[in-house]
């Protein structure tokens, strides 16, 4: 077996949206459902970890200025062949250097937001958004609630199998996932195989645990203001998210979903 920290599906975009479809673009139609009702100043949008790119394209077509920044090559040259419209960019979101307010939202979905593991690196993508922000501009995000493994176990005790086929070749992986306290990380092994021959491939990744009221700290200390805070309905909650679902009023189940705002600085 082979053991690395690449991900495969990252390296491999259609295999990604092969194993996670979105075919109705219910990421895409919340996120534009969550402008629409909170409001940008204007219509620019950063969709930052955008991956395949289908919901920065999701967001063009609704009338958006979109940029999609990821930091896989791969991922971004397979975007601007097969979801056309936005502008698309290799950007880290530990740290990415925009133009001074040349947003006004930023997106963050699907736990991109989660790859940020320690303090330093959440601060400077707080810090990077709000210097790429209009004033009064939106960060929306979704990603896995730390809240929901305090006392739960159901997706820590069993790992999870899923099987797929893709290009005539059978994939099958098993996902184990365990709790670093101490590190406040959810950490993931996942093991593939494929009936191609192919050796089977052990990749490790993790997610920082982050709890609501610590995620609503942070950001009043880089200066936002939190206007929604939930667990559901969401583009990957069960039931899904569906056209005018309003958001719930608890932050305790499997997923989160944020808005805040950037908070103008005073007239002086």
Same mark, same amino acid.
């Given at each position: 077996?082979?053991?690395?920290?690449?991900?495969?599906?990252?390296?491999?975009?259609? @295999?990604?949206?092969?194993?996670?479809?979105?075919?109705?673009?219910?990421?895409?139609?919340?996120?534009?459902?969550?402008?629409?009702?909170?409001?940008?100043?204007?219509?620019?949008?950063?969709?930052?970890?955008?991956?395949?790119?289908?919901?920065?394209?999701?967001?063009?077509?609704?009338?958006?200025?979109?940029?999609?920044?990821?930091?896989?090559?791969?991922?971004?040259?397979?975007?601007?062949?097969?979801?056309?419209?936005?502008?698309?960019?290799?950007?880290?979101?530990?740290?990415?250097?925009?133009?001074?307010?040349?947003?006004?939202?930023?997106?963050?979905?699907?736990?991109?937001?989660?790859?940020?593991?320690?303090?330093?690196?959440?601060?400077?993508?707080?810090?990077?958004?709000?210097?790429?922000?209009?004033?009064?501009?939106?960060?929306?995000?979704?990603?896995?609630?730390?809240?929901?493994?305090?006392?739960?176990?159901?997706?820590?005790?069993?790992?999870?199998?899923?099987?797929?086929?893709?290009?005539?070749?059978?994939?099958?992986?098993?996902?184990?996932?365990?709790?670093?306290?101490?590190?406040?990380?959810?950490?993931?092994?996942?093991?593939?195989?494929?009936?191609?021959?192919?050796?089977?491939?052990?990749?490790?990744?993790?997610?920082? @645990?982050?709890?609501?009221?610590?995620?609503?700290?942070? @950001?009043?200390?880089?200066?936002?203001?939190?206007?929604?805070?939930?667990?559901?309905?969401?583009?990957?909650?069960?039931?899904?998210?569906?056209?005018?679902?309003?958001?719930?009023?608890?932050?305790?189940?499997?997923?989160?979903?944020?808005?805040?705002?950037?908070?103008?600085?005073?007239?002086?």
């Amino acid at each position: 077996m082979t053991a690395t920290t690449v991900n495969l599906l990252t390296d491999n975009p259609a @295999l990604y949206e092969t194993r996670f479809p979105d075919p109705e673009r219910l990421a895409g139609r919340w996120t534009e459902d969550c402008l629409r009702r909170y409001g940008p100043p204007g219509p620019r949008v950063l969709d930052i970890g955008c991956g395949t790119g289908r919901d920065a394209a999701h967001l063009h077509r609704a009338g958006r200025t979109v940029t999609g920044a990821d930091l896989s090559d791969a991922m971004l040259e397979y975007a601007r062949v097969r979801h056309p419209g936005p502008a698309y960019v290799r950007a880290d979101l530990h740290g990415f250097d925009f133009e001074e307010h040349s947003f006004d939202a930023i997106v963050c979905l699907d736990s991109a937001l989660l790859y940020c593991h320690t303090n330093d690196q959440l601060d400077r993508f707080l810090a990077s958004c709000r210097r790429a922000l209009m004033p009064g501009g939106l960060l929306v995000a979704e990603m896995r609630n730390g809240a929901f493994f305090l006392g739960r176990t159901e997706l820590l005790d069993a790992p999870s199998t899923n099987g797929f086929t893709w290009r005539g070749t059978t994939y099958r992986s098993v996902t184990t996932l365990t709790v670093d306290r101490t590190a406040q990380l959810l950490r993931r092994t996942r093991v593939w195989t494929a009936d191609d021959g192919t050796a089977p491939v052990e990749q490790h990744s993790a997610w920082r @645990l982050l709890f609501p009221q610590e995620l609503r700290h942070v @950001l009043a200390a880089h200066g936002y203001e939190v206007l929604a805070l939930y667990d559901g309905p969401g583009p990957r909650t069960e039931p899904p998210w569906q056209e005018g679902d309003l958001p719930a009023a608890t932050a305790a189940a499997d997923r989160l979903h944020l808005v805040a705002r950037l908070i103008p600085a005073p007239r002086t």
